[in-house]
C-alpha cells in the first residue's frame, strides 16, 4: 500500500509540473530563509554559554536614584571586587576587569598592537578559557607575568615557542611568557589577545580605593547551592561600609549568563536588550514559514477537482478516510522533503554572503548527527503543517455527488482559502511597512545634524612619547599646510569616556544627580572639531594661559545649570574651580538616536588620551595621511601610526540598525515572492477552471482588459482587505518599536499608501500575467469539446 501512496504521489509531481515546482520553490525559500536565521539565533542564545561555572557567575552592577530614575551601570570602583569577597563568605572568587585596550606588544624587531587587560588571578579559574601551555595555578602570580593567545603568539614569535620569552609592553615595562590561551572564541564578549596580572596596575601606582571612580567591571563567583535572592538583599547595601558620598547607592548581582541578551535596564528593571532582535527575528522566521505552507495548501485545494474523482473512486472501493489523510499528507511530506534538500543547497550558497551581513561566522555543520536530526524533524513538522488542511479537505469530498459530476466549488463570501490568502498578504504589508518605517528612522538620524564637522576629521590615540612630543608634533602638522586645526582630548568627538553627577554651581538643588559629562581638551577644540560657538570663544593658551581652568557648556549644560549670562561663571569639577568663556551648540556624541545630555568641555588641566587633526580638504587625502605618518614616526618611532576617520567612526554606530534594515528588506521581499508565487498558482487555476466560460465571453464580444478584470477583481478584493487589517497592525507594533528613540520620525500616511500600493500592484501584476494570457487564448481551442 505504502509503496503505490509513493508511486501515486511520484506521478502527480510529475503529472502536475507547474503546480509541483511552485510548491517546491515556495517551501524551499521559506525552509532556506528560516534556517538561516535560525543559524544566527542559535549563535546569538550560545554566547558565552561555553564557560562551564556560568551559573554561578555574577556581573556587579551600581543601581543609583538620579533624577527621580533608577539608573543601572555595570562600570564599578576598583576596591569593589576585594571588599565582596573579604566580606562576604557565600563569594568564592572575584575578579576585576580593566576593560580591553590597545597595546604594543614588542619582541626583538617584532612590533604588533595587541587588544589586553588586566585581571585577578581567579579570573582564568572562574571562566573557562582554557589552556595549551603554562599552570592554571600560577600563570599569573607574578607582577611581570603575561598570557597570549595561541594567535598573538604566532604573530609575535612565528614558530617559536613564546614560553619563558620577554616581550615589552608599551615600551615600558617588560613581561614574561608564563602562558598561552586558547583562541578565545567569537561568541564571547570578552575580546583580549593577552591577559596582565592586576598586581601590575597596583604596582604602578594605578590601583585605588576611591568609591567615586567606577572604572572597571568586577565579576564573582558565588559557592553552590548560595541562595542569590537572599544574597542580593545582604549585598545591596555594601557601599554603606565604604562610600561617604553614596552610602545609599545600591550593589546589585546580576547573573553573568543574562548579560549579553538581556543586560539593558530601564528605572532599575531589567527591560531586555538583544533578545528583542532575537524574538522579533525569530518571529519572522515562524512568519515565512507559515507562508510557505499557505502557499502549499492553497496550491494543493485549488487542484480539489482534478482530485476529487480520484478520491470518490477509493472511498467507493472502501478507502477510509484516514487512509486517503495519510496519502495526502504523505504527498505533501515528500514534497517537503523534495524541498528540504533545494532549501540546504540554497543556505549554503548563501552563508558566506549572509555572514557578511550579520558579521557572524556562521556555519552549516552537515557532518553532524543532531542536525539531521532537528532537520528531519523540522521538515516533517512542515509537511504535517502544509498537508493538514489540504488533506482534511480533499479526504472529506462525498463520492456520490463526485461521481456524478454534481460536486461543485461553492464560491462562498468566506472560504479557507481566502482566508489564508489574506493572512498571507497582510503579512507582506506589516514587513513592507516596517520594512519603510525602518528605512526613514535610520534615514533620519544618519542626517541629524551633528553641530561638528565629521568630514576630514581623523584622530590617533595618544600614546608612547606623543605625549611628550605633543607640541613640536602639532607645530610640524599645523607647518606642513597638510592640516588646519590640531588638538588632544580625553575620548574621540563621538564618544564620551567620562561623566559625572559631581559638577557644583551657584544655585544648583543639593539633590540634583543629573549626569552631565566631560571633554577635556586643549587648545582649538572648537576650530578642530568645527563646533558652533552660540557665545564666548574657544581655548587659547598662548593669549589666555589661565584658559587651562576655563570649560565651554554645551546648551543642555547651560540650560541645567541656569545661567542667564554664563560668561565668567564658576563651575566645580574634581576639585578644580572652572571658568567658563564659551557656550556651543548641542552636538551629537554617544547614540545618535538619543537626546543630547548636558556636557562641558573643560581645559587642559586634565587628562588626554586622543589626537583630533582637522585635514587640508585642498590636499589629497593621502598626501596629508602621508604627512602625517612622518612627522609621527619621527616623534613617536616605537608606535605604528593609526587613526580612524571620525565619519567611519561615526557610521559604525548604525551597523546593527543598519544590519536590522538590510535583514527586515530581504526578508519582505522574499515574503512577497512566496506570497506572489501561490497567488500565481492560483491565477493559472482559476484561468483554467474558467476557460469555457472566458471562450464563451470572447465569442460574445468581451474584451481583453473586460476579462483581466473579472479574473483579477476577486483576488484583489482580498489584497484589499488585507491593506486594512495590515494598517493597524503595523501601526501598533512600530510605534512600540520608535518609542525606543528620543530621536524619532512620525509614522506618515504615505507609508501605508506605498506599501499597500506597492502590494496592489505586485498583485495585480501577478494575477494579470495569467488572466491576460487566458484572455488572449482561442475559443475555439476551449469550446471545440461542447
Known sequence: MLKNYLKIAWRNLIRNTSFSLLNILGLSIG??????????????????????????????NNQYMVDGEIWTWNSTPKAMGPAIKNDYPEVEKETRYFYDNTFLFAWNDQKIKATGTMVDPDFLDMFSFPLIQGDLNTVLSDVNSVLVTESLAKKIFGNQDPMGKMVKIDNRDTFKV?????????????????????????????????????????????????????????????RKNYDKDTPDMKTLLYPYSRMYLYGEFENGVEKGGRIDLIRMFGLIAIIILIIACINFMNLSTARSEKRSKEVGVRK????????????????????????????VIIVLLLLPSFNDLVERPLSLDLTSIGFWILATAVTIFTGLLAGSYPALYLSGFKPSSVLRGTFKKVDAMVTPRKVLVILQFSVAIVLITASLI??????????????????????????????????????????????TAVTKTNSPITESWSNTWGFEWEGKNEQDKTIVHRLISD?????????????????????????????????????????EDPIGKKIKDNGIDWHIIGVVKDFVYNSPFQKIEPMVIEGAKGWFNVIHMRMNPEVNT????????????????????????????????????????????????????????????LASYVAENRIKEIGVRKVLGASVRTITGLLSKDFLKLVFISILIAIPVSWYFMSNWLEEFAFRIDISWWVYLISGGLTLIVAFVTVSFQAIKAARANPIKSLRTE
Open 31 to 60: 525552509l532556506a530563509m528560516t534556517t538561516l536565521i535560525v543559524l544566527w539565533i542559535n549563535y546569538e542564545l550560545g554566547f558565552d554559554r561555553f564557560h562551564e561555572k556560568i551559573d554561578r557567575i555574577y556581573e556587579v
Open 178 to 238: 608564563t602562558g598561552i590561551l586558547k583562541d578565545i572564541p567569537p561568541n564571547t564578549q570578552f575580546t583580549f589577545e593577552f591577559l596582565i596580572p592586576w598586581s601590575y596596575l597596583t604596582q604602578k601606582g594605578w590601583d585605588d580605593e576611591n568609591w567615586g571612580n567606577n572604572s572597571v567591571a568586577t565579576y564573582v563567583l558565588l559557592k553552590e547551592n548560595t541562595d542569590i535572592d537572599t544574597f542580593s538583599e545582604k549585598i545591596a547595601t555594601l
Open 316 to 343: 467507493v472501493l472502501g478507502a477510509p478516510r484516514k487512509l486517503l489523510i495519510g496519502q495526502f499528507i504523505g504527498e505533501s511530506v515528500l514534497i517537503t522533503f523534495i524541498s528540504a534538500t533545494f532549501a
Open 438 to 483: 525602518i528605512t526613514q528612522q535610520l534615514h533620519k538620524v544618519q542626517n541629524r545634524q551633528l553641530a561638528y564637522a565629521k568630514n576630514n576629521l581623523i584622530y590617533s590615540s595618544l600614546e608612547g612619547d606623543m605625549e611628550k612630543n605633543y607640541d613640536l608634533i602639532k607645530t610640524e602638522l599645523l607647518e606642513s599646510g597638510a592640516f
Open 523 to 563: 587648545d582649538d577644540v572648537v576650530n578642530t572639531m568645527g563646533l558652533e560657538l552660540i557665545e564666548g570663544r574657544d581655548f587659547d593658551l598662548q593669549k589666555y594661559p589661565t584658559d587651562s581652568t576655563a570649560a565651554i557648556l554645551n546648551q543642555s549644560a547651560l540650560e541645567l545649570m541656569g545661567f
Open 622 to 681: 593621502a598626501q596629508n595621511l602621508a604627512v602625517a605618518e612622518r612627522i609621527f614616526n619621527k616623534y613617536n618611532p616605537e608606535y605604528p601610526f593609526n587613526y580612524e576617520f571620525v565619519d567611519a567612526a561615526y557610521a559604525k554606530k548604525f551597523n546593527d540598525h543598519r544590519t536590522t534594515g538590510k535583514l527586515a528588506n530581504i526578508f519582505t521581499l522574499l515574503t512577497i515572492f512566496i506570497s506572489c508565487l501561490g497567488l500565481f498558482g
